[in-house]
């Protein structure tokens, strides 16, 4: 029987070695040394070699979402922010749309979708003061039901670092999204190009450190070269410390800045890599001034307060 559980009164209590760092012998970049060069160097600008951390800048949320808010001008809301990020991770749309060909960043291209967030309704059985009656819901069961949405042809003519995939551990499609991981590694591996399991939470999948030590060993079992999943507030170090490839931590909803930044600090110092945030980015009432205060608590060694101070004393110069 596969272990899931944590352990057990009849097993021997799990070791995840959190003070021992895994080596990375000649490279800077956890679990990278022994990738060809090509690799090596997109992932160096994807990860800053001085630091081995990065600051992403999530907007590829349109492939499903439609004009989500604060990108539905991407022109207007996003290319202020390009400066101060290291990677942005995109869809190949605006990628062509938008964003200059002449930026120096690298490229997190989205390389999966194929579902809406227009759901179709599921009946359900509900009570209502002790009678029962049937219900709606929207079934967001569909939305893990993706494909590969783009050859590796394409991400080579759009000088992609990494290729983002969306693999819904525990959801419906599970096994047709860890085939589309699989497809991208063994395509992407011959070029030379990264790979980026990204954690999806459907409905039925908790948000706990057991899920996503599960979800990340997965992908990065099945060749992800990077992993992206959500922080949790309660041994979040033991799912960086058994996941043998660097992980990102996704941004999610909407947070006050403050807490966004304490999220962004902890996780750096529980073995993240850097933070791949969107709307607590986009959606801050200065998005500038935040998107600095993460560089300086990601890379500068801001503590969260001194962050806050930063985005703060932006805001007020009249940095948006």
Same mark, same amino acid.
């Given at each position: 029987?596969?272990?899931?559980?944590?352990?057990?009164?009849?097993?021997?209590?799990?070791?995840?070695?959190?003070?021992?760092?895994?080596?990375?012998?000649?490279?800077?970049?956890?679990?990278?040394?022994?990738?060809?060069?090509?690799?090596?160097?997109?992932?160096?600008?994807?990860?800053?070699?001085?630091?081995?951390?990065?600051?992403?800048?999530?907007?590829?949320?349109?492939?499903?979402?439609?004009?989500?808010?604060?990108?539905?001008?991407?022109?207007?809301?996003?290319?202020?922010?390009?400066?101060?990020?290291?990677?942005?991770?995109?869809?190949?749309?605006?990628?062509?749309?938008?964003?200059?060909?002449?930026?120096?960043?690298?490229?997190?291209?989205?390389?999966?979708?194929?579902?809406?967030?227009?759901?179709?309704?599921?009946?359900?059985?509900?009570?209502?003061?002790?009678?029962?009656?049937?219900?709606?819901?929207?079934?967001?069961?569909?939305?893990?039901?993706?494909?590969?949405?783009?050859?590796?042809?394409?991400?080579?003519?759009?000088?992609?670092?990494?290729?983002?995939?969306?693999?819904?551990?525990?959801?419906?499609?599970?096994?047709?999204?860890?085939?589309?991981?699989?497809?991208?590694? +063994? &395509?992407?591996?011959?070029?030379?190009?990264? %790979?980026? $399991? !990204?954690?999806?939470? /459907?409905?039925?999948? =908790?948000?706990?450190?057991?899920?996503?030590?599960?979800?990340?060993?997965?992908?990065?079992?099945?060749?992800?070269?990077?992993?992206?999943?959500?922080?949790?507030?309660?041994?979040?170090?033991?799912?960086?410390?058994?996941?043998?490839?660097?992980?990102?931590?996704?941004?999610?909803?909407?947070?006050?800045?403050?807490?966004?930044?304490?999220?962004?600090?902890?996780?750096?110092?529980?073995?993240?890599?850097?933070?791949?945030?969107?709307?607590?980015?986009?959606?801050? +009432? &200065?998005?500038?001034?935040?998107?600095?205060? %993460?560089? $300086? !608590?990601?890379?500068? /060694?801001?503590?969260? =307060?001194?962050?806050?101070?930063?985005?703060?004393?932006?805001?007020?110069?009249?940095?948006?």
């Amino acid at each position: 029987m596969a272990d899931i559980q944590t352990s057990a009164s009849d097993k021997k209590e799990k070791e995840y070695f959190l003070d021992t760092p895994q080596a990375a012998p000649g490279f800077f970049l956890k679990g990278a040394h022994q990738y060809d060069w090509g690799l090596k160097n997109r992932l160096s600008r994807v990860f800053n070699p001085k630091d081995g951390r990065t600051v992403m800048l999530a907007f590829d949320h349109g492939y499903f979402q439609g004009p989500t808010t604060g990108l539905e001008r991407v022109d207007q809301t996003i290319l202020p922010l390009e400066p101060y990020a290291d990677c942005l991770m995109l869809t190949r749309g605006i990628q062509r749309s938008v964003i200059p060909a002449s930026t120096t960043k690298a490229i997190a291209l989205r390389a999966s979708g194929g579902t809406s967030m227009i759901s179709p309704m599921e009946e359900w059985e509900g009570d209502v003061e002790g009678k029962k009656i049937k219900l709606q819901r929207p079934n967001f069961e569909p939305l893990s039901n993706e494909s590969t949405a783009l050859t590796i042809e394409e991400a080579i003519r759009l000088n992609a670092s990494v290729l983002a995939v969306q693999v819904f551990i525990g959801g419906a499609y599970e096994r047709q999204t860890l085939k589309n991981l699989t497809d991208l590694v +063994d &395509a992407a591996s011959r070029y030379g190009i990264g %790979v980026m $399991g !990204v954690t999806a939470v /459907g409905r039925a999948m =908790a948000r706990t450190a057991q899920y996503f030590r599960l979800a990340t060993r997965i992908m990065a079992e099945l060749g992800a070269n990077v992993v992206k999943c959500y922080y949790t507030d309660e041994d979040f170090d033991t799912i960086t410390s058994c996941c043998p490839v660097p992980i990102v931590i996704a941004g999610g909803k909407k947070l006050p800045e403050l807490d966004a930044l304490k999220m962004c600090y902890n996780a750096i110092q529980q073995g993240a890599s850097g933070v791949d945030m969107g709307r607590n980015i986009f959606q801050s +009432d &200065a998005p500038v001034a935040m998107m600095q205060a %993460v560089q $300086g !608590v990601v890379h500068g /060694g801001l503590s969260p =307060a001194q962050g806050y101070e930063l985005y703060s004393e932006l805001k007020g110069q009249g940095v948006k």
